[in-house]
């Protein structure tokens, strides 16, 4: 999720930025600071297109060399008795595509789009709403996804803030129209500095409480615009030391935050899935929802296991030193698949690099935990993937999702075709096959005490042991690539 770094410096470069191009163009209003096709009127509205030039983004087949059409994502094909878009059910990442301004912990801002007028005002947030809007229509996809205070500013008071985010949710709720609607939201709970501790595991209780408040609007707008799921990402739920911290007080206070969520979901009438999304570290030092395994036992010990299911990153997968196919695996035997940010890091830097997926291999084992889980919905895909930092162009965005798109659809195509072609499952299956017998059968089921397998292993003497052919699978598996 979300990294957004030099905030501070942010804004102030942004404005320096903009007050030099705008001293440079005559006629420009100030709130229109590079108009590149698009036009402000008096009142600051950006008028015509945002992306001219940019068609609706159509399939054209592997041969296609044209950058801004599918090579690979036909969202009506049929694949293993499903439609593609069904498969994929891809939403586009607001804070990422829509609030990614290139700035990291070494350097400045390095995008300002056409439309930016370097302020975080109101009439901006609405004019960024437009283009989203724009955006996900010319991609040709149906959903979105939100953090409450990437798409409104913040206020002085919490009142403040939700009027601000209750007028652009209100503009949001208007341009989706019927057939689009966020895949989920989210509260921001880790840039403002009341959050230095953690929301839920903050050691101060009225940031406890602010976080609740933060959280039960940001609930209420994700299911008055429909979304289908709701995540919580807990940055800063975590620790820098042991020393100053009371690990299992923190535990137990995140705990009750989801139970008051699930309580609240549930007196709202919102029916979408909740989702914990884990991460290792970064920014805290350790956090509490580490990978699968260790938010799957959190859930079962505080009795949230049927409350939740998990949004895996791919990024925050290789973070905890595992694969995301690992991480899907371990969330899918849970019963706890929910959703996936779809991503991935850098093998060589060592942090959260949020980069589109583009490696094929990846995405078919994406895809193969994908279709074991019998799709995702009510979850889906969501590009949690920002351009780089040397990605300047308006157009980089779009290639940048059809690539991700294209890879994933990909992914699809290689995994329906090693499962149409049995042969992987095949050589699992003879793996095992010692298991399909008399006693292997009671082992299963429980029955097999030591005496009983005792008197067996004096009855047969010592096992052969059989290849395990990890060179043949990695064979059948290239040759689906
Ligand atoms: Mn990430």
Redesign the pocket.
Known sequence: ?L?MKNMKLGPMLLLLLCLNIVSSSVGNAPTCPADLGGDCSDSGEWEGEFFPGIPKIKYEGPSSKNPLAFKWYNADEEILGKKMKDWMRFSVAFWHTFRGNGGDPFGAPTKTWPWEDGTNSLAMAKRRMRANFEFIDKLGVDRWCFHDRDIAPDGKTLEEANANLDEVVALAKELQGTKIKPLWGTAQLFMHPRYMHGGATSSEVGVYVYAAAQVKKAMEVTHYLGGENYVFWGGREGYQTLLNTDMGRELDHLARFLEAAVAYKKKIGFNGTLLIEPKPQEPTKHQYDWDAATTANFLRKYGLIGEFKLNI?C??ATLSGHSCHHELETARLNGLLGNI?A?TGDPQIGW?T?QFLTDIAEATNVMISVIRNGGLAPGGFNF?AKLRRESTDVEDLFIAHITGMDTLARGLRNAAKIIEDGSLAELVRKRYESFDTEIGALIEAGKADFDLLEKKAKEWGEPKVPSAKQELAEMIFQCAL
């Open positions: 999720m990294e990153e990024n925050h940010d991503n959260d949020d949690d």
